[in-house]
């Protein structure tokens, strides 16, 4: 085959990938979760566009939304003594709430593959790390939909607070303090959830892309197979 027509064949392959959706019963639920910083959204970015080539339906989202919760919860980055640390975590549960009701379960229930920047184990690391207890944190989380796969990307937090400051150039927030991120990673590294995925986020944004999709093939992998078996 002349080069010409296995090129056209892959175009006309990619085309109605893109035209009929590959989807997958009851979706995929991937969150990207670590410390700011670590380059989760960058991340996020690089898997959706390269699901999206492979022809799978993406919705890519994140936590804090910008509905209501997540705008009252970011006024709290410039000053979080507005509220008690209870009602802190409240405001996160309301606004996760309406993000699984409005946008997460529609868009697994479609068969796509759902990608967010941050879900409940933030909460757990965040709030935790603000003086709330990490089980009670799990109970309030317990009926919201479970990830096939959470992708906790690791760094020192002075690398992130680095990384905010000079690449991202912003000045670190409240929650970005570095002696309140070494508390918030000290509880992500002590997570044992059997969906949980550790990877160094300080390697370089292609090697760290190739370590995520390799992780994301293999759930992929294991939908499939279970899908086969029922
Ligand atoms: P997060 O969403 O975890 O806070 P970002 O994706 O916004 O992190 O990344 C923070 C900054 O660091 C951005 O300016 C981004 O371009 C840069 N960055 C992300 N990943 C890497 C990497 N692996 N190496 C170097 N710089 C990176
Ligand atoms: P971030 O991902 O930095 O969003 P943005 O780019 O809009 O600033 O998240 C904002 C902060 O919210 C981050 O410091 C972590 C914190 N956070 C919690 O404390 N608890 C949570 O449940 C979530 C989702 C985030």
Do not use: W
């Amino acid at each position: 085959m002349k080069t010409g027509d296995s090129q056209s064949s892959q175009l006309d392959e990619l085309e109605s990938a893109q035209k009929d959706p590959q989807l997958i019963p009851d979706g995929l639920f991937i969150v990207f979760e670590g410390i700011d910083g670590t380059g989760k959204s960058t991340q996020l970015h690089l898997l959706a566009e390269r699901l999206r080539q492979l022809g799978y339906a993406v919705v890519a989202t994140r936590e804090p939304t910008n509905g209501p919760y997540g705008q009252k919860i970011r006024e709290l980055f410039v000053d979080r003594g507005a509220v008690s640390q209870e009602e802190e975590l409240e405001l996160f549960i309301a606004d996760r709430d309406q993000h699984v009701k409005e946008i997460i379960a529609p868009a697994l229930s479609d068969g796509c593959v759902v990608i967010c920047d941050r879900y409940y184990l933030s909460t757990v690391a965040y709030q935790g790390a603000n003086g709330m207890d990490q089980d009670l944190i799990l109970k309030k989380n317990e009926d919201f939909p479970v990830p096939d796969l959470a992708i906790i990307l690791e760094i020192e937090p002075a690398h992130g607070i680095h990384r905010i400051r000079n690449q991202r150039h912003e000045h670190p927030n409240t929650f970005e303090e570095e002696a309140n991120l070494q508390k918030v990673a000290g509880i992500f590294s002590a997570m044992q959830q059997d969906y949980i995925e550790r990877i160094n986020g300080s390697d370089s944004i292609e090697n760290v892309h190739r370590f995520v999709f390799g992780a994301v093939a293999k759930v992929l992998a294991q939908k499939a197979t279970q899908q086969v078996e029922s």
